[in-house]
């Protein structure tokens, strides 16, 4: 079955940048490159929240209002890895942040039910 990694998280102060990756392995007859990818993140005490997504290609996303323009997902499918770039982090950003793959399709999605196998969650924290 897939397996997805996520590594890059970490504790900067608010202005500040980090990129996450999420770097797949799977058993044979899956291709990464056929589905769409996406990253959410989730705080102790609230729900989680669709953060962006991405098509198999690349050149579709999606993105949450709360990170738009200062987030940017992408993908190198040679490498089977995912990123989310974010900059000007802001301490509402601190939570646990969770690639997700689809496996069924390419659609764009930032509900979580539409993702088929978790990472394990990389944490990243911002301070004022």
């Known amino acids: 079955q897939v397996q997805l990694v996520e590594s890059g998280g970490g504790s900067v102060q608010a202005g500040g940048s980090l990129r996450l990756s999420c770097a797949a392995s799977?058993?044979?007859?899956?291709?990464?490159?056929?589905?769409?990818m996406a990253w959410f993140r989730q705080a102790p005490g609230k729900e989680r929240e669709g953060v962006a997504c991405i098509n198999n290609g690349g050149g579709i996303t999606s993105y949450a209002d709360s990170v738009k323009g200062r987030f940017t997902i992408s993908r190198d499918n040679a490498k089977n890895t995912l990123y989310l770039e974010m900059n000007n982090l802001k301490p509402g950003d601190t939570a646990m942040y969770y690639c997700?793959?689809?496996?069924?399709?390419?659609?764009?999605?930032?509900?979580?039910?539409?993702?088929?196998?978790w990472g394990q969650g990389t944490q990243v924290t911002v301070s004022s």
């Open positions: 997700a793959a689809n496996l069924r399709g390419n659609w764009i999605s930032l509900r979580g039910s539409d993702f088929g196998v």
């Open positions: 799977a058993a044979s007859g899956y291709t990464y490159s056929r589905y769409s």
